[in-house]
């Protein structure tokens, strides 16, 4: 008869042919170390994207529905291009970057047209 040993911490395990983990604290343990590197990434990027919005949300004034940026603006703020929610294109074929409810257009001159999405 073969020794069964636990997945997350290698202890001899006792009990049910079918059982893994020697008990819940291991179990949990191991299932939390497959789910983490995921986890984190998403984490890390839903962070990104919450950060972009609140920028661009920053830039438009209270009443007001678009405003103008110039890119390092932008940046300086901490906006990530890299992570948007969704692209709009109008009628006239411009294209829209979404971070949830906000977008932007980039324009000429790195100067980006900021718009807060209709509900």
Known sequence: MEKRTCLNCGEPIRGRVDKKFC??????????????????????????????????????QEGE??????????MRA??????????????????YHYCYDYGYLELEGDWFLIVKGKE
């Open 23 to 60: 008990d819940d604290s291991c179990r949990n343990n191991y299932n939390n170390q497959q789910n983490a590197i995921t986890t984190n990434l998403i984490r890390n990027i839903n962070y990104a994207l919450k950060k972009n919005r609140n920028i661009l949300e920053s830039l438009i």
């Open 65 to 74: 529905s678009l405003a103008k940026s110039p890119r390092d603006k932008l």
């Open 78 to 95: 901490g906006f990530n291009f890299k992570y948007f929610t969704h692209l709009y294109t109008n009628k006239k074929g411009n294209q």
